[in-house]
T-cell receptor
């Protein structure tokens, strides 16, 4: 009964391919996020959805497209993968569209390697 | 803008040593403050938090006090264990559609 689950855990793919990462939370939270963690462990927010509505869309290439079919799911689709997309991608959720009181619950990450 | 500054790592300590990881913040409002821990190969886990000035968060022997006058939230533990080896992130949260702002992380290695 994992709170925030991501699949796959590892993804190795060639440049130019299109891939998707899925995320599901069973906490009843209204807000979900995608973060990218680079090799130096720096965390950068990419997107946030509140109850299926996009509320944060940071400066990321438009090859990255999030989709939220319902408030428990937030998927990340990446087109035309590049070497620089190699990173660990974390999904997270929170009770409200800000984390000021409760913080976030994170998934265990998807390690994407583009070769 | 809002930001968090953590001490650079890596930090290497012997088992049972005292740990301090410094964290200072800049924020336009009154943030809540968090410490997250990331064990190897895992996601981030909330370690402790404080939501207002002078609050002390504590968990698993770790403590941090929200100091508004010094805009700090330093993480401390009196006696570290090998199992505490991880990357520690300080973060601040504000109301509104603003995501948590994370520091760059501090890697801690504890050797037996």
């Amino acid at each position: 009964d994992t709170a925030v689950s991501q699949t796959p855990k590892y993804l190795v793919t060639q440049m130019g391919n299109d891939k998707s990462i899925k995320c599901e939370q069973n906490l009843g939270h209204d807000t979900m996020y995608w973060y990218k963690q680079d090799s130096k462990k720096f965390l950068k927010i990419m997107f946030s959805y509140n109850n299926k509505e996009l509320i944060i869309n940071e400066t990321v290439p438009n090859r990255f497209s999030p989709k939220s079919p319902d408030k428990a799911h937030l998927n990340l689709h990446i087109n035309s993968l590049e070497l620089g997309d190699s990173a660990v991608y974390f999904c997270a959720s929170s009770q409200a569209p800000w984390g000021d009181t409760y913080g976030y619950t994170f998934g265990s990450g998807t390690r994407l390697t583009v070769v | 803008g809002d930001s968090v500054t953590q001490m650079e790592g890596p930090v290497t300590l012997s088992e049972e040593a005292f740990l301090t990881i410094n964290c200072t913040y800049t924020a336009t409002g009154y943030p809540s403050l968090f410490w997250y821990v990331q064990y190897p190969g895992e996601g981030l886990q909330l370690l402790l938090k404080a939501t207002k000035a002078d609050d002390k968060g504590s968990n698993k022997g770790f403590e941090a006090t929200y100091r508004k006058e010094t805009t700090s939230f330093h993480l401390e533990k009196g006696s570290v264990q090998v199992s505490d080896s991880a990357v520690y992130f300080c973060a601040l949260g504000l109301k509104g559609n603003t995501p948590l702002v994370f520091g760059k992380g501090t890697r801690l290695s504890v050797i037996a």
